[in-house]
């Protein structure tokens, strides 16, 4: 029957052999039916079976992606879609787009590494293996220095020493700062910030300008981008590492995170291992011989 059917294709592309999409859908006809004759005779069948397992795999992936559980729509549509990208993945294979596609190539490698991740059975990290997580890469969830401080801002065109002395004056005897100077668009007061915080809002250098200022202590004038400014150091706080409550969410994400790709990593190996490789490299794109071009003179 497929015999049949691709000569009288053939027999049509030659009876119409002045129209060059006609060719290309005879052709692409062909392709289907050699392709959908083999993968029968594979005993490939057409049945897309979503197991309970899958989804429970699924919904763990939404978790992981928005922080909750998938409502039951939400859930219905999620399945659904993976059921129509899998209908289409393998029609897509019945035409043949499969063979050299770099996009396929990598949906595949997805799924292994998907099947390796599932396979692994990560489970929910106790409270005692997240306190160990933290304590182990302290360094990267370390919280830099803040200060919180007052500042009260004077336009470099209208400043001089005789306003700065008469402003500290008036400071000193309890008066309002936001009485005094010129207003910017930060305001007077600023929460809880960092040195770049600072240095971002004010130029490079302010937060370095106040590292050794005592707490409740007017100083200045101290120059910004913007002009000149009196400082109050309010409160500092030093650099630190946060409590496992402040960062629980992320640390537990970074943990499974980091569980996930050990999994995904073990089963790389493994199946390499069962592949001799030979690399043919050219000569002049040896790893060794690159190395040695870069190191000379």
């Known amino acids: 029957m497929e015999g049949m059917l691709i000569q009288l294709l053939l027999h049509m592309a030659r009876q119409l052999g002045r129209e060059p999409m006609f060719h290309f859908l005879a052709a692409a006809l062909v392709l289907f039916t050699i392709d959908n004759w083999q993968d029968n005779q594979d005993g490939t069948n057409s049945d897309i079976v979503i197991g309970a397992d899958y989804i429970e795999s699924l919904a763990e992936q939404h978790r992981d992606r928005v922080g909750r559980i998938p409502s039951g729509e939400e859930l219905k549509a999620i399945v659904i879609r993976h059921a129509e990208e899998e209908a289409l993945v393998r029609y897509g294979q019945s035409l043949g787009l499969h063979r050299g596609d770099p996009i396929v190539r990598r949906r595949v490698m997805q799924k292994v590494y998907f099947m390796a991740e599932t396979l692994a059975r990560i489970d929910e990290p106790s409270d005692e293996e997240l306190s160990e997580y933290l304590q182990a890469h302290a360094h990267v969830y370390q919280r830099p220095a803040q200060l919180r401080i007052t500042q009260i801002y004077f336009d470099t065109e209208v400043v001089n020493n005789a306003l700065i002395t008469a402003a500290q004056d008036s400071l000193r005897a309890g008066a309002d700062p936001q009485t005094i100077g010129s207003m910017l668009p930060i305001g007077h007061r600023l929460g809880w910030q960092t040195p770049s915080d600072l240095d971002n809002l004010l130029g490079v250098g302010f937060a370095d300008s106040l590292a050794d200022v005592p707490i409740g202590e007017w100083i200045g004038p101290i120059a910004s981008r913007y002009g000149q400014h009196l400082v109050l150091v309010m409160a500092r706080r030093p650099e630190r590492t946060p409590e496992?409550?402040?960062?629980?969410?992320?640390?537990?994400?970074?943990?499974?995170?980091?569980?996930?790709l050990h999994a995904r990593r073990m089963t790389v190996d493994k199946i390499m291992s069962e592949f001799s490789i030979q690399i043919n490299w050219p000569e002049e794109r040896r790893p060794d011989t690159i190395a040695m071009r870069e190191v000379m003179p």
């Open 244 to 260: 496992l409550e402040e960062i629980r969410n992320r640390i537990r994400q970074d943990l499974i995170t980091e569980r996930r």
